[in-house]
């Protein structure tokens, strides 16, 4: 069965447009802001170097990206190549850690959105409900753009984005021009600290995913979505390579460590009387994670409802081609997670808690897309369904490494992240895994395992009928 569904030719993405999302969507101004407190607490001077070893499996993950993109270009990414490769129980299992992945990591940016807007506005101590009101027209915002399609978010994003590559470059001039050595920021954190900062660390370096989530929009699907991650992936990490020892050449450490906005203290401390001017490109960057990050899992959620792995309804669009409800449950979800976090005391500790495993899901997700490629450079594309007109050896033994690279780091966190984050975390964890296995058995259409395949030459999708 053939379904046409394809996207008018005016709103197909470029590599440009691809590019700008994947920077804009890992958001390193508000990434750096809204985590750098903690990791500096955990690895204090070798935090650069947490983000750095967990950004190395990231970037290597990137070029695996690239290559399913080229093999199964879909809105689906991981969640479509574990349904093609692994098969139906483990994608459904695989489609939960996704949810609870990116779920979980947008609460996170909308109170800092408002908070941040109504510091540039002179108010620093809001009320809840104001920053509750402010979250709302943040989310309102979001949801606005997103329904209005691909092309006008990655638009905007690059205008977002332009103000933040501004700033960076404002930022590193004017921490090089006030470079000093401080005594005391030379710590050694240990080395279970170290591995903690690492998953934290996840939340920072990732969303550059974001252009294998679009590959059906793309102009080349089999060539750009995947291209555009490896970019944005790249330009990211140096910028926290640089990030991190102009901070900790600029203020001291326990300064930077007592606020939790790193990056405003850090401009306070170099110019007490403009720091406020690097309020605006955080926030800047702060938008456009809330509506990529949000991106990303409307995507992944339109692609399982039209592969009946949630309700149908969820995949129905509006007149510009995007799934409505796909986009306004998960920004009504996240706005009713803040509000209860804000407003009751009792909840605070419990969402607090749930909030901070989002960095073990990501890295989780990551797992799971390594199996996948392992899986399918092993068994599937040796065993000729795509011909053996290509080699991918070295990427067979790189999806290995990262699959190593990602369990060692789980396994770790597991064991010592109790002792970072809170004594819950591992009862909370296991809750939203066991949650997941009762979702992978929770059928919301009976038996049918069809799924859609895109065909980038057609740009039509074909239904293709699963096992029983």
């Given at each position: 069965?053939?379904?046409?569904?394809?996207?008018?030719?005016?709103?197909?993405?470029?590599?440009?447009?691809?590019?700008?999302?994947?920077?804009?969507?890992?958001?390193?101004?508000?990434?750096?802001?809204?985590?750098?407190?903690?990791?500096?607490?955990?690895?204090?001077?070798?935090?650069?170097?947490?983000?750095?070893?967990?950004?190395?499996?990231?970037?290597?993950?990137?070029?695996?990206?690239?290559?399913?993109?080229?093999?199964?270009?879909?809105?689906?990414?991981?969640?479509?190549?574990?349904?093609?490769?692994?098969?139906?129980?483990?994608?459904?299992?695989?489609?939960?850690?996704?949810?609870?992945?990116?779920?979980?990591?947008?609460?996170?940016?909308?109170?800092?959105?408002?908070?941040?807007?109504?510091?540039?506005?002179?108010?620093?101590?809001?009320?809840?409900?104001?920053?509750?009101?402010?979250?709302?027209?943040?989310?309102?915002?979001?949801?606005?753009?997103?329904?209005?399609?691909?092309?006008?978010?990655?638009?905007?994003?690059?205008?977002?984005?332009?103000?933040?590559?501004?700033?960076?470059?404002?930022?590193?001039?004017?921490?090089?021009?006030?470079?000093?050595?401080?005594?005391?920021?030379?710590?050694?954190?240990?080395?279970?600290?170290?591995?903690?900062?690492?998953?934290?660390?996840?939340?920072?370096?990732?969303?550059?995913?974001?252009?294998?989530?679009?590959?059906?929009?793309?102009?080349?699907?089999?060539?750009?979505?995947?291209?555009?991650?490896?970019?944005?992936?790249?330009?990211?990490?140096?910028?926290?390579?640089?990030?991190?020892?102009?901070?900790?050449?600029?203020?001291?450490?326990?300064?930077?460590?007592?606020?939790?906005?790193?990056?405003?203290?850090?401009?306070?401390?170099?110019?007490?009387?403009?720091?406020?001017?690097?309020?605006?490109?955080?926030?800047?960057s702060t938008a456009g994670s809330l509506w990529l990050t949000t991106f990303i899992l409307s995507k992944a959620l339109y692609a399982m409802a039209r592969d009946r792995m949630l309700p149908r309804f969820l995949a129905s669009r509006n007149h510009f081609q995007?799934?409505?409800?796909?986009?306004?449950?998960?920004?009504?979800?996240?706005?009713?997670?803040?509000?209860?976090?804000?407003?009751?005391?009792?909840?605070?500790?419990?969402?607090?808690?749930?909030?901070?495993?989002?960095?073990?899901?990501?890295?989780?997700?990551?797992?799971?897309?390594?199996?996948?490629?392992?899986?399918?450079?092993?068994?599937?594309?040796?065993g000729g369904v795509h011909g053996l007109d290509h080699k991918h050896g070295r990427l067979q033994a790189l999806s290995y490494l990262t699959t190593a690279w990602f369990a060692m780091t789980v396994v770790v966190f597991l064991i010592y992240g109790p002792k970072?984050?809170?004594?819950?975390?591992?009862?909370?964890?296991?809750?939203?895994?066991?949650?997941?296995?009762?979702?992978?058995?929770?059928?919301?259409?009976?038996?049918?395992?069809?799924?859609?395949?895109?065909?980038?030459?057609?740009?039509?999708?074909?239904?293709?009928?699963?096992?029983?």
């Amino acid at each position: 069965m053939i379904s046409k569904e394809k996207p008018p030719r005016h709103s197909w993405l470029s590599l440009s447009d691809l590019s700008g999302l994947s920077i804009a969507s890992v958001a390193p101004l508000f990434s750096l802001a809204a985590a750098g407190s903690v990791l500096l607490r955990l690895a204090g001077a070798d935090a650069v170097w947490a983000v750095l070893a967990i950004a190395a499996p990231f970037i290597l993950s990137s070029w695996l990206f690239r290559m399913l993109n080229q093999h199964y270009p879909n809105t689906g990414a991981s969640y479509h190549w574990s349904r093609r490769i692994l098969g139906f129980g483990i994608s459904r299992y695989q489609s939960w850690i996704l949810m609870m992945a990116y779920f979980w990591s947008i609460p996170p940016i909308i109170i800092p959105a408002a908070e941040e807007s109504l510091s540039l506005a002179g108010i620093s101590r809001p009320s809840s409900w104001l920053v509750i009101v402010v979250s709302g027209l943040w989310i309102s915002l979001s949801a606005w753009l997103l329904l209005r399609g691909s092309k006008t978010v990655a638009r905007l994003t690059k205008v977002f984005m332009a103000m933040e590559l501004i700033a960076v470059a404002a930022f590193s001039v004017f921490g090089l021009t006030h470079w000093h050595t401080i005594a005391g920021n030379q710590t050694t954190p240990s080395w279970h600290n170290f591995i903690i900062a690492m998953v934290i660390g996840a939340t920072i370096v990732d969303g550059w995913e974001i252009d294998s989530y679009a590959a059906e929009e793309a102009d080349y699907p089999r060539k750009t979505p995947g291209v555009g991650g490896i970019v944005g992936a790249l330009m990211v990490l140096v910028f926290y390579l640089a990030m991190f020892p102009l901070m900790l050449h600029g203020t001291s450490l326990g300064n930077l460590t007592s606020h939790p906005d790193v990056l405003t203290t850090w401009a306070q401390a170099l110019s007490p009387h403009h720091y406020w001017m690097a309020i605006v490109p955080i926030i800047a960057s702060t938008a456009g994670s809330l509506w990529l990050t949000t991106f990303i899992l409307s995507k992944a959620l339109y692609a399982m409802a039209r592969d009946r792995m949630l309700p149908r309804f969820l995949a129905s669009r509006n007149h510009f081609q995007t799934a409505t409800w796909t986009v306004l449950l998960p920004l009504g979800l996240g706005w009713a997670v803040i509000a209860m976090q804000l407003l009751f005391s009792s909840l605070a500790a419990v969402f607090n808690l749930v909030l901070s495993t989002a960095g073990f899901f990501l890295i989780l997700e990551f797992l799971f897309d390594s199996i996948s490629a392992a899986v399918f450079l092993t068994r599937i594309h040796r065993g000729g369904v795509h011909g053996l007109d290509h080699k991918h050896g070295r990427l067979q033994a790189l999806s290995y490494l990262t699959t190593a690279w990602f369990a060692m780091t789980v396994v770790v966190f597991l064991i010592y992240g109790p002792k970072a984050i809170g004594h819950s975390i591992d009862t909370m964890i296991a809750l939203m895994l066991a949650a997941g296995l009762a979702f992978t058995l929770w059928r919301f259409d009976g038996r049918w395992r069809g799924y859609h395949v895109f065909n980038p030459d057609t740009r039509e999708l074909t239904v293709e009928q699963g096992e029983e």
